[in-house]
């Protein structure tokens, strides 16, 4: 067994000198200050102590150094993992119950235990059965509700519902209660921070500010926030005017922990880690992918299974809550300079010296203050006008993307995933239990074939080829057997029958008996069947089958051999030399 396989850190720590090492210490400076407030928010939205998002930025990210494959990915507390994890556990036990932050510990180490049994298995493809609509769907609802959860803190009232209605009837029914100073400060935050992600780059530029340097201030600026309006509360005795701050918050690193090993609990959690593990892979793979892309490296989905997975058994371990790899932070790390993982270790040597020494300073921290930065994080995820773009192009991805989101909505995000796999698997079933396929004649002079409905082709009254463009399975297998036979039946004259095979990537049993019963009923017609183009894969299973000992015809190398084999010459003559309909506006269509 090659160790650099399961130890990625192999891989680039022999090489690691002066350089990435100065690039990498730069970058985690910068995503610790980003980190920081970003750590204590989610960790509020989870229902958890504020220094439970700080734990599960320590630990996890020096493990997954060790054990993930990009070179850029900040792991982390994330918002919509986050919201996920405080609707199951919020089934379980009252926020802010000891057995509330035990049910969290154990769901992070559930997730931890499928995200590796996963990687070591090499199940990473089993991502892709969450569609990419799927998944903008829930995430954009998911959006939506964290931003509508975070106004209780804003307003400064009571409110509940881990659902878009729950929660907007439980605010519209505190609105007489809002606290002033706490409002005043959660739509100053709002408002400083919206003007700063909009303008400040920009003007700064035009202050001479270099590019780098500006977009990180700009990124920066959630820490200000932090410091102006905790200095304030602090200095105007604003907490004792009904301002809820974060209070006092224990110095010192993560303590060691011991998830909670009740099989009920177990039970209990077992869904809700399973999509929490699916929907943190599939977001840390996909802001991994595209930022190895930009440096043309590559990440293995894998391997990152493992990273993933021996992150949340840490965070388990160590106070945390379940993480993942984070969109914004992940794309800060990049563009401070991030070379090595090893900006993800160095980032958790911030956050434990924040940890060890910062944690007074933020007791007069308001919680709106909080909760506008995490408004402001989420509502870029929100991207409603995909909608109308999914609709333009598949009204049945359409259908999904927004059954998602109402559901989601209208009833938590546990239903909305739930509801958002099936539809995706239940869509993928029903186009490929319906394969499409094409009757398709020879481009006069050449070898090449085409459909007969979009082009000007050769064809033979006794000869069919039938180009089959999907594989062959249980699901669709029928439908292939009775469009074979109604194409025998509309033309009298048929005495071959060939299907050409080029799309055909598999063949299951089900699949080879529809063929051998196609085989048989086309012999009892008097037509011949022939194959062509059958892919080496697929005819290395066929060879010792019952088809190819009973084929009444022949397997042939190419759709051309097939025609120019079985084509009557004294018949072609008597045909036009375009004997089947043309339609221009699609013509270049295969």
Not at 18 to 39: G, H, K, N
């Amino acid at each position: 067994m090659n160790p650099k396989r399961y130890l990625p850190i192999l891989q680039w720590l022999p090489g690691y000198g002066r350089e990435p090492l100065t690039r990498d210490l730069l970058a985690a400076v910068i995503v610790t200050i980003m980190l920081i407030p970003q750590s204590l928010a989610y960790a509020m939205l989870a229902g958890l102590p504020p220094e439970t998002g700080l734990y599960a930025s320590i630990v996890p990210l020096v493990v997954y150094a060790l054990f993930g494959t990009s070179r850029t990915l900040a792991v982390g507390p994330v918002a919509v993992v986050s919201l996920m994890t405080a609707a199951a556990v919020g089934q379980i036990a009252p926020q802010g119950s000891p057995e509330y932050l035990g049910a969290a510990l154990v769901l992070a180490l559930m997730s931890g235990l499928m995200l590796t049994v996963m990687g070591v298995a090499r199940l990473g493809f089993l991502a892709n059965f969450l569609s990419h609509p799927v998944i903008s769907g829930f995430i954009t609802a998911s959006g939506l509700i964290i931003a509508a959860s975070q106004l209780k803190h804003v307003l400064g009232v009571e409110a509940s519902g881990h659902h878009l209605v729950a929660l907007l009837a439980s605010l519209a029914g505190s609105l007489a209660e809002v606290n002033a100073p706490t409002l005043a400060i959660g739509l100053g935050v709002l408002a400083f921070l919206l003007i700063a992600r909009r303008w400040l780059t920009p003007t700064l530029r035009r202050l001479g500010v270099p590019a780098r340097p500006a977009e990180m201030l700009t990124k920066a600026a959630p820490i200000l926030a932090v410091a102006v309006t905790t200095l304030a509360t602090w200095g105007m005795g604003l907490d004792a005017n009904g301002v809820a701050v974060v209070g006092s918050v224990p110095a010192g690193l993560p303590p060691l922990t011991l998830p909670g090993f009740d099989s009920g609990l177990w039970r209990q959690l077992f869904v809700a880690a399973l999509l929490i593990s699916i929907v943190g892979f599939v977001e840390s793979v996909s802001v991994g992918q595209t930022l190895a892309a930009k440096r043309r490296q590559r990440i293995d989905p894998n391997q990152e299974l493992i990273g993933l997975g021996t992150s949340n058994i840490a965070a388990s371990f160590t106070g945390g809550m379940p993480v993942t790899g984070g969109f914004a932070r992940s794309v800060v790390n990049f563009d401070a300079g991030a070379e090595t993982p090893a900006a993800g270790a160095f980032t958790a040597l911030g956050i434990g010296l924040a940890a060890l020494l910062l944690t007074p300073l933020i007791a007069y921290l308001p919680i709106a203050t909080l909760a506008a930065t995490i408004i402001v994080a989420v509502l870029s995820l929100v991207d409603l006008p995909a909608i109308k773009r999914t609709w333009d192009y598949s009204r049945s991805d359409a259908a999904a993307m927004l059954a998602t989101i109402l559901v989601t909505m209208g009833h938590g995000v546990e239903s909305g995933i739930t509801v958002g796999v099936g539809l995706s698997l239940a869509l993928h079933l029903y186009r490929t239990s319906r394969p499409h396929s094409a009757v398709v004649g020879r481009v006069p002079g050449t070898e090449h074939f085409r459909n007969v409905q979009r082009h000007e082709v050769e064809t033979d009254e006794h000869l069919s080829i039938l180009r089959v463009d999907e594989g062959l399975y249980f699901a669709n297998a029928r439908y292939l057997e009775d469009t074979v036979m109604e194409l025998a039946a509309r033309q009298p004259g048929l005495a071959h029958i060939v299907l050409a095979c080029q799309a055909v990537n598999v063949i299951d049993a089900s699949a080879l008996e529809s063929l051998e019963a196609i085989n048989a009923r086309l012999k009892d017609a008097d037509v011949t069947l022939h194959l062509a183009e059958v892919k080496g894969p697929v005819m290395d299973r066929l060879h010792n089958t019952a088809l190819c000992r009973e084929l009444t015809g022949q397997v042939f190398l190419s759709t051309f051999d097939a025609w120019r084999a079985l084509h009557d010459e004294r018949d072609a003559t008597q045909l036009p030399s375009a004997s089947t309909s043309r339609s221009t506006a699609r013509q270049a269509a295969p």
